[in-house]
């Protein structure tokens, strides 16, 4: 069974930086896309950043271009997403999920598996 458990979110204040993991299990993730999302109160789940298999390509939502970094490590079977220089607007659950098929892509539904998520919150 496709597991993904996200953990590393918590409170910081503005200016401040987090590290997100995403542990995969339950099959080889090593040839599929991952990606990031997030889910502010009262909004709709956004895309933030997505990679590639290989850790070749990546992808940024742009209103976290220039301060997150997506990376993986697909010996472990995982994928990180720093944040750097955080912001109020970044408070929202963060998801992991994984594609099945190649290629980067942006909206929920192209994703086929979701983690739990976990809570980011920025002060001000």
């Known amino acids: 069974q496709v597991q993904l458990v996200e953990s590393g979110g918590g409170l910081v204040q503005a200016g401040g930086s987090l590290r997100l993991s995403c542990a995969a299990s339950?099959?080889?993730?090593?040839?599929?896309?991952m990606g990031w999302f997030r889910q502010a109160p009262g909004k709709e789940r956004e895309f933030v950043a997505a990679i590639a298999w290989n850790g070749d390509s990546t992808f940024y939502a742009n209103s976290v271009k220039g301060r997150f970094i997506i990376s993986r490590d697909n010996a472990k079977n995982t994928v990180d997403l720093q944040m750097n220089s955080l912001k109020p607007d970044d408070t929202a659950v963060y998801y992991c999920?994984?594609?099945?098929?190649?290629?980067?892509?942006?909206?929920?539904?192209?994703?086929?598996?979701w983690g739990q998520g976990t809570q980011v919150t920025v002060s001000s």
């Open positions: 999920a994984v594609r099945f098929s190649a290629g980067l892509r942006v909206r929920v539904g192209e994703y086929d598996h």
């Open positions: 339950g099959r080889t993730f090593s040839s599929n896309a």
